[in-house]
C-alpha cells in the first residue's frame, strides 16, 4: 500500500516562510507527478504546485514567484518552498502522488492517484 506522510506545516507571520515536505512510501516504481493543493474553509480544493518526473514544473499563478517546488525522486519526496506567505495562503495544503505504479515488475498495480492527510498551514499576525 503506498502511503504519503506530509510534515512542515504551522503558524506564520505575513512575510515569512514555512517548507512542506511529503514522502510517498510503499513498494513503488514509479510516480508521474507529485504536487501540493489546498484547500481553504469554504473553498474548493485548488492546484498550488506540481513536478514532474522530468521535472517539469506548473504553479498557480497566485503562488508564483513566492512558492518553490521540487523532488527527490531517488527519495520520492516531494518539498514546497513558501516565501512571502500571506494571510490567504492559509489552507490545509495536500500531497498528491499521480500516476504511481507499485508492486513489482513482474506484478505491478496501477497506476492510482493518492493523497496524503493534509497539514495545516495558517498565516497570521
Known amino acids: 500500500q503506498v502511503q504519503l506522510a506530509e510534515s512542515g506545516g504551522g503558524l506564520v507571520q505575513p512575510g515569512g516562510s514555512l517548507r512542506l515536505s511529503c514522502a510517498a512510501s510503499g513498494s513503488i516504481i514509479s510516480i508521474y507527478a507529485m504536487g501540493w493543493y489546498r484547500q481553504a474553509p469554504g473553498k474548493q480544493r485548488e492546484l498550488v504546485a506540481t513536478i514532474t518526473n522530468e521535472g517539469r514544473t506548473n504553479y498557480a499563478d497566485s503562488v508564483k514567484g513566492r512558492f518553490t517546488i521540487s523532488r527527490d525522486n531517488a527519495k520520492n519526496t516531494v518539498y514546497l518552498q513558501m516565501n512571502s506567505l500571506k494571510p490567504e495562503d492559509t489552507a490545509v495544503y495536500s500531497c498528491?502522488?499521480?500516476?504511481?505504479?507499485?508492486?513489482?515488475?513482474?506484478?505491478?498495480?496501477?497506476?492510482?492517484?493518492?493523497w496524503g492527510q493534509g497539514t495545516q498551514v495558517t498565516v497570521s499576525s
Open positions: 498528491n502522488a499521480d500516476r504511481v505504479i507499485s508492486g513489482t515488475h513482474f506484478f505491478p498495480r496501477g497506476p492510482y492517484d493518492y
